[in-house]
C-alpha cells in the first residue's frame, strides 16, 4: 500500500450517490479495510439513536464518542459492517412471512451465499487503514472532523438522480416522509440552526418527487457549505463519471493516497446499483439517465424545493453540476 499517513477515510454522502461506488474504488487500489455504513439501524442496532442525526460542531456527545471511537479503532465488528450483509435477513423467522415458503427459502440460500462470498473477499484484507463510508452521517461531519483525525470526502450526486434511484426501489430504507418528520421537529437544533426556510413547508402536502428533493437538501446544503472550513474535499458524482481522470485524481490527491486505480475499477458500478444497471458499465449516460424518470412538472417540483433551500450547485433541468468543487 503507499499511503501518505494512515488517517482513517471517510467517504459521506446521501444514500443513492455513488459512495460505495467511490468506496469500493479508493479501497480496492489502496488495500483499505472497509467499514460499511456502521450507522444503518438495521445492520449495526446499537447505532440506531444516531443515525442521521444532526450534532452541532462542538456539541459534547458522549455517548455517540463511545460508539464513534469503536468505528474509528476498528473494532466494531459485525457481518454489516464487516460483510456488508444485514443480520435481520439472514434469520429463519424470514421464512415465517407471508408469501411462498419455496420463495423465502430461495432468497434466504441466496443471502446466505452472498455472506459467504463477501466473508471471503473482505477478510482477505488486513490492513490497519480504515476507510469508512457513512450515508447517515452528513449532518455530523464536523463533530466526526472535530473529534478524530480522518479525511473526509463528500459524494454529491444531483438531486433528481438521487430521488429517481430511491423512488425505483422503494420500500421504508428510502421512504423520505419520516426522515423530514425527524429533521424538522421542533427540539431539533437543525430547525433552529438551518432549517427555518422550510418550516412553513408542509411535508404532507408535497408530491413525493418534492419530499426527497427536500430531503436531499436538508442532507447536502449544510455539508456543503462548511466544507471548505472543515477542509472536507467535495466530489460531484456527475464530474467522477464525465471528468474521469481529473477528479479522480483530484480525490486520491486530497485524501493522502498515491494509488490511481485502472480503468476497469472505475467503469463497473458498485454492488449497491440498481438493478437495470447491473452488469452494465458506467458510461456518461449515466449522469443524465435519471430524467427519463420524470415529466416537465416533477422536473419544476425539483426547482422549486431546491429554490426554498437556495441551491445553486444544481438545477432540476440539467443534470450536471453549474460549477466544479473546490480542491
Known sequence: MTTMNNSPIIIAGSGRSGTTWVLDAIAGSN???????????????????????????????????????????????????????????????????????????????????KLFVRYLRYRKVRSDHLIIKFIRANLMLGWLSRNYDAKTLLVVRHPGAVAASKMRLGGPDWEPESMLRQYCQDNNPLMKDHLHRFE?????????????????????????SHAREHGHCVVFYEHLIA????????????????????????????????????????????????????????????????????????????PMPAKRASP
Open 31 to 113: 488495500r483499505l479495510r472497509t467499514v460499511f455504513e456502521p450507522l444503518h439501524p438495521a445492520g449495526v442496532p446499537e447505532a440506531k439513536a444516531f443515525a442521521n442525526k444532526h450534532v452541532r460542531d462542538d456539541a459534547d456527545e458522549p455517548d455517540l464518542k463511545l460508539f464513534m471511537d469503536k468505528v474509528f479503532s476498528g473494532k466494531l465488528k459485525g457481518i454489516w459492517p464487516n460483510y456488508r450483509t444485514r443480520p435481520d435477513r439472514l434469520h429463519i423467522n424470514n421464512l415465517l412471512k407471508p408469501g411462498s415458503l419455496k420463495h423465502h427459502l430461495g432468497a434466504l440460500k441466496e443471502r446466505h451465499k
Open 200 to 224: 412553513n413547508v408542509h411535508i404532507r402536502a408535497l408530491s413525493p418527487v418534492a419530499r426527497h428533493a427536500a430531503l436531499w437538501c436538508v442532507e447536502n446544503v449544510l455539508p456543503l
Open 243 to 318: 471528468d474521469s481522470d481529473v477528479e479522480w485524481e483530484r480525490v486520491i490527491k486530497s485524501l493522502g493516497l498515491r494509488h490511481i486505480f485502472g480503468e476497469d475499477a472505475l467503469s463497473q458500478p458498485s454492488q449497491q446499483v440498481s438493478g437495470e444497471m447491473r452488469g452494465k458499465p458506467f458510461d456518461r449516460g449515466q449522469v443524465s439517465r435519471w430524467m427519463n424518470n420524470f415529466d416537465r412538472e416533477q422536473l419544476h417540483e425539483i426547482d422549486r424545493i431546491l429554490d426554498i433551500f437556495g441551491v445553486s450547485v444544481y438545477s432540476a433541468f440539467d
